[in-house]
Nanobody, 125 residues
Framework: QVQLVESGGGLVQAGGSLRLSCAASGTLDPYAIGWFRQAPGKEREGISC????????WYADSVKGRFTISRDNAKNTVYLQMNSLKPEDTAVYFC???????????????????WGRGTAVAVSS
């Protein structure tokens, strides 16, 4: 199983931007990568997924138009560019990997077998 490490979180004012990174221990080719977040007292939320094999990307309505997922295969890294941040985006953000063709559901996080430990994002109003 690929191992994932998130970075790039921090404190930002509302309207600002952050770029999160998800570095993998090996090639990303076999995997779709998802970004998820969990705010205090709330359930985990799937916010974006991407796969190179079919140029598939998905965004939750809560982040559509503000967040962009991308990957640099040479660096085995997936990014989440977050713009126009809102206080309600405050959460711990996780990335996870699902084997392409193994069956996964981005919104629910089902089928994702490798999870990072998360990076915290705080957006002040």
């Amino acid at each position: 199983q690929v191992q994932l490490v998130e970075s790039g979180g921090g404190l930002v004012q509302a309207g600002g931007s952050l770029r999160l990174s998800c570095a993998a221990s090996g090639t990303l080719d076999p995997y779709a990568i998802g970004w998820f977040r969990q705010a205090p007292g709330k359930e985990r939320e799937g916010i974006s997924c991407g796969s190179d094999s079919n140029s598939f990307t998905w965004y939750a309505d809560s982040v559509k138009g503000r967040f962009t997922i991308s990957r640099d295969n040479a660096k085995n890294t997936v990014y989440l560019q977050m713009n126009s941040l809102k206080p309600e985006d405050t959460a711990v953000y996780f990335c996870a990997a699902a084997v392409i063709g193994g069956g996964y559901v981005c919104s629910a996080g089902r089928g994702f077998g490798s999870w990072g430990r998360g990076t915290a994002v705080a957006v002040s109003s």
